[in-house]
């Protein structure tokens, strides 16, 4: 066997040569340390960096209020409802997050019909914002987002033209912002992207999501 693919069994880690930025993603999102391993020798690494990219290593929690400080991430005020209805609701251990829209820091929203009034990368930008908009409405909530276990369920829906085809695309801006925040492993869940013909207010995003809490 060639050893550049063969790991000690009592580490069982990655060859984080063969996989530097999957090996840097997961490191960082569950927040532990990562250095890209300088070799000693050819199909070896050194024990600081067989240490460092050790990202199996179950004690490695993610924490979302200090991946939040990390990322350099401000979050939009919570939004206030509009209607009769609740911004969220908890049952068991399930948060259910009512429709919220691409609000921004001055609590102005992003709005117009994707594939018209913005083109792709305006409608992703706007699910992003939508996303800061849901976390700012959980921190409110719950009182910290590190109660957030997981990432259940997502619905997407786009305001876009007919012949706009890209709905899934524009809700990446939300699953990764989560995936950020959340882990890979807690900030991917289920998930549905519509088109829409319109929605309240010309808002170019509507997302509402589910999430497990501790």
Known sequence: MNPAFRSPPEQHLWDSRLEPDFAYFIATARGSRYRRPSLARK??????????????????????????A????????????????????????????????????????????????????????AARQVGLAILATLRADL???????RVIKVLGMVNSTPDFLDHPKVINGCSELFAEVFGPENGIGARSAVGMGSLPGNIAVEIEAIFEIA
């Open 70 to 125: 990390e990322l350099n991430i401000e979050l939009p005020p919570a939004p206030k409802p509009v209607a009769v209805y609740r911004p969220v609701v908890i049952v068991g251990n399930l948060a259910y997050v009512s429709g919220h829209g691409p609000l921004k820091a001055d609590k102005t929203m992003i709005t117009g019909r994707v594939g018209a009034d913005l083109d792709l990368e305006g409608g992703k930008q």
């Open 143 to 149: 009182g910290s987002l590190d109660r957030v276990k």
């Open 43 to 68: 199909g070896t690494l050194d024990a600081e960096s067989a240490s460092a990219a050790s990202v199996r290593d179950d004690t490695l929690i993610m924490n979302p209020e200090t991946r939040l």
